[in-house]
């Protein structure tokens, strides 16, 4: 609720649309608390706000088909900066700033790993108060060059040798993903302890998407690509580079800094910036 309050009245004292970006690793608890914070400046402030994940502007498989054979194999797997439409996300963020406008928003089924057909979309009545983006790599700065010159871990070092690969996602970060940061007016950020934790959060995630499947089993026999451990546990590893450089170098470069223990407790609060709208 004191969050909630923070944005009305930064949104109040600058009459416009205000985005905001909100950073977390893998499993941090990032969605719920955009969906909740959405949920409270509607309910308490009356603003107009939605929150959106990065994860429903996925390029579509196959894009990302399209990238992995140009560019590198592992841009088979989606997540990284060079897998996002990051034109689409702008586009949708400046048009739900619009008056008198109907924006549809995209949606991607992780299940399938792809997009779902645009008349599948949620459609919402644009201009909107509050615009909430959440995303496990929203708003890190891209690394030093000689930062990628050492394998951080074996999928690095077995699949990516010569560092082809995370040397085209640091560009990406560096180039395009930063137009999309700069829209941003405000940043949160729930903080990790450490990148260990990821792996059992994101297990927690995976376990919750083979329930929802289950009950709807029958109805869409491709909706089966639920990973098991040994496959979630090279998946994360594509994460691994960025989100431990975000945690490094994002918290003092956000307005909202929430510290988390290995349980996604809260246990500090901080404002490490100044808000200047």
């Given at each position: 609720?004191p ?8 949104h ?16 941090s608890?990032?969605s719920t608390?955009a969906a909740?914070?959405a ?10 706000a939605?929150d959106?994940s ?6 579509t498989?196959?894009s990302?088909l ?7 194999p ?6 990284v ?11 949708t963020?400046?048009q739900?700033t619009r ?6 928003i995209p ?6 790993d792809d ?10 009545s644009?201009p909107l108060?509050?615009v909430?983006v959440?995303?496990w790599c929203l708003?890190t700065?891209a690394q ?6 050492e394998p951080v871990?074996?999928?690095?070092a077995?699949?990516?040798p010569d560092?082809?690969?995370r040397r085209y996602?640091?560009q ?6 930063q137009?999309?940061?700069q ?5 949160i950020m729930?903080?990790a302890?450490?990148?260990d ?11 919750k ?6 009950q ?10 639920v990973?098991?451990?040994?496959q ?9 580079r960025?989100t ?9 470069r956000?307005?909202f800094?929430?510290?988390?223990d290995?349980?996604?407790r ?10 200047s709208?």
């Amino acid at each position: 609720m004191p969050l909630a309050g923070q944005i009305s009245r930064q949104h109040a004292a600058a009459g416009r649309t205000l985005l905001i970006g909100m950073n977390g690793s893998q499993g941090s608890g990032k969605s719920t608390l955009a969906a909740i914070l959405a949920q409270l400046l509607a309910k308490n402030f009356g603003l107009q706000a939605i929150d959106l994940s990065i994860d429903d502007f996925y390029l579509t498989r196959q894009s990302r088909l399209s990238l992995a054979n140009h560019i590198h194999p592992l841009f088979e797997t989606r997540g990284v900066p060079g897998t996002h439409d990051v034109s689409l996300l702008c586009k949708t963020l400046q048009q739900l700033t619009r008056e008198n406008s109907e924006v549809a928003i995209p949606r991607f089924d992780k299940a399938r790993d792809d997009r779902y057909p645009e008349g599948e979309w949620d459609r919402v009545s644009a201009p909107l108060d509050i615009v909430i983006v959440e995303g496990w790599c929203l708003g890190t700065p891209a690394q030093a060059d000689d930062a990628l010159r050492e394998p951080v871990n074996d999928l690095e070092a077995r699949e990516d040798p010569d560092g082809r690969w995370r040397r085209y996602v640091n560009q990406q970060l560096g180039e395009r993903y930063q137009g999309l940061f700069q829209l941003m007016d405000l940043w949160i950020m729930l903080q990790a302890p450490s990148f260990d934790c990821v792996y059992r959060w994101r297990l927690e995630q995976e376990a919750k998407l083979a329930e929802k499947l289950h009950q709807g089993a029958g109805e869409d026999s491709s909706r089966n690509r639920v990973m098991t451990a040994p496959q979630l546990s090279r998946f994360i590893q594509h994460y691994q580079r960025l989100t431990e450089h975000s945690l490094q170098q994002l918290p003092g470069r956000v307005q909202f800094l929430f510290s988390l223990d290995a349980e996604r407790r809260i246990v500090s609060y901080d404002e490490p910036l100044p808000i200047s709208l």
